[in-house]
């Protein structure tokens, strides 16, 4: 039983294109978030959600926009994609703010 | 702004070694977690340590803070070739974690 899901797992699409990736946890947690991973391995995150509020946003382009329809689903949507997007994106969960959190398995976006 | 700094950045040993992996960080934190991360997968979480506590143990994993010199470290003992992965320590200060670059460890068997 997968905890933190995402799909699609790759992703290759061409600059100026818009495209998603969806994020589902089956834990019950209240609080999602969205990362990148650059080339470099750093992890930045980008957003958060608590029961469906955003309260991290961090400096990141407007073309990036995250949409929490319900706790238990966090999708992330970029509009005219650039080849600087290209990175690997993390959907993760924890119970709360303070607490461990559970990773999915990555989306790996490759912008042409 | 980047928050933890691991040390070192690459780390080769012989499978039965200690591993040793340090943890450096600027500001206050609520708490500090470390996880691993095995190649193209996601992050496993493998220790919280609370600004409070000093040492932690879970099972080969030993994790001690040091909040004086805004520092911690992650010992794995007895070390296996699946322990192969890049480990990452993440600070808490306010509600969001701010990972480090990671010291990928190598355990040959």
């Known amino acids: 039983d997968t905890a933190v899901s995402q799909t699609p797992k790759y992703l290759v699409t061409q600059m100026g294109n818009d495209k998603s990736i969806k994020c589902e946890q089956n834990l019950g947690h209240d609080t999602m978030y969205w990362y990148k991973q650059d080339s470099k391995k750093f992890l930045k995150i980008m957003f958060s959600?608590?029961?469906?509020?955003?309260?991290i946003n961090e400096t990141v382009p407007n073309r990036f926009s995250p949409k929490s329809p319900d706790k238990a689903h966090l999708n992330l949507h970029i509009n005219s994609l650039e080849l600087g997007d290209s990175a690997v994106y993390f959907c993760a969960s924890s119970q709360d703010r303070v607490r461990e959190q559970y990773f999915g398995p990555g989306t790996r976006l490759t912008v042409t | 702004s980047q928050q933890g700094e691991e040390d070192p950045q690459a780390l080769s040993i012989q499978e039965g070694e200690n591993a040793t992996m340090n943890c450096s960080y600027k500001?206050?934190?609520?708490?500090l977690q470390w996880y691993r991360q095995n190649s193209g997968r996601g992050l496993v979480h493998l220790i919280l340590?609370?600004?409070?506590?000093r040492e932690k143990h879970s099972g080969r994993l030993r994790v001690t803070l040091d909040t004086s010199k805004k520092s911690s470290s992650l010992l794995i003992t007895a070390s296996r070739a699946a322990d192969t992965a890049s480990y990452f320590c993440?600070?808490?200060?306010?509600?969001?974690?701010?990972f480090g670059k990671g010291t990928k460890l190598t355990v040959n068997p």
């Open positions: 500001t206050s934190i609520n708490n």
């Open positions: 993440a600070t808490d200060g306010g509600g969001k974690l701010v």
């Open positions: 959600y608590n029961n469906k509020e955003l309260i």
């Open positions: 340590i609370r600004s409070n506590e």
